[in-house]
């Protein structure tokens, strides 16, 4: 009997675990996909309990990541849909990088994120429609990429329903025009996008 309560009590120490790590994990899981000559990740240790303790990740006082500041840190990769499992994250900052490929649907998991900070990248493909579920976002830079096709309706929505003060997405290859609009009762939002000519 104490056999089996102890393989009980073994078992359960290591869903615990497992579940403490899930965040450690998804971070983990962009460091692989990137190149980081200047090291600035060595201290993403995924054996560690959680990444409380990282360079360039903030957390809550229940040992959950709020921020992961990585800008201007010369990184090259991809960024990862593991990302989206980031629950309580409100700032995603990987500006001023060499991150390519698509932005990862995952992302519209964030609905805590306030600000997406993925400009001055080589991002390309379509603005995921997801994001327009990220109805705490204040301000979304995703200027100087390589993004194609239109904002998704969904995205533009977050002017009407939510908060978001500020999306730039100048200096890509979007189609389309977004018109100003001068209704009351909205958040004043400040859009950027290139000038058609």
Not at 45 to 59: A, F, K, R, Y
């Amino acid at each position: 009997m104490r056999f089996v309560a102890l393989v009980f009590l073994v078992g359960a120490v290591a869903i615990v675990a497992v579940e403490c790590n899930s965040e450690g994990d998804a971070l983990n899981a962009l460091k692989v996909n990137v190149v980081d000559p200047n090291n600035v990740l060595r201290s993403w240790d995924p054996t560690l309990v959680n990444p409380c303790t990282w360079v360039h990740v903030t957390c809550n006082n229940e040992n959950s990541v709020v921020r992961v500041d990585l800008g201007a840190a010369n990184l090259t990769g991809t960024l990862v849909p593991q990302l989206g499992m980031l629950k309580d994250l409100q700032y995603l900052q990987v500006h001023n990088n060499s991150f390519s490929g698509e932005i990862p649907s995952e992302l519209g998991n964030l609905t805590k994120l306030v600000s997406l900070g993925l400009e001055n990248n080589k991002l390309s493909g379509p603005i995921p429609s997801s994001l327009g579920n990220l109805k705490s976002l204040r301000y979304m830079t995703l200027n100087s990429n390589k993004l194609s096709g239109e904002i998704p309706i969904s995205v533009l929505m977050l002017i009407f329903r939510g908060n978001l003060q500020l999306m730039n997405v100048s200096d890509n290859k979007l189609a389309g025009t977004v018109h100003r609009t001068k209704q009351r009762g909205f958040a004043i939002t400040t859009i950027v996008q290139d000038v058609k000519a």
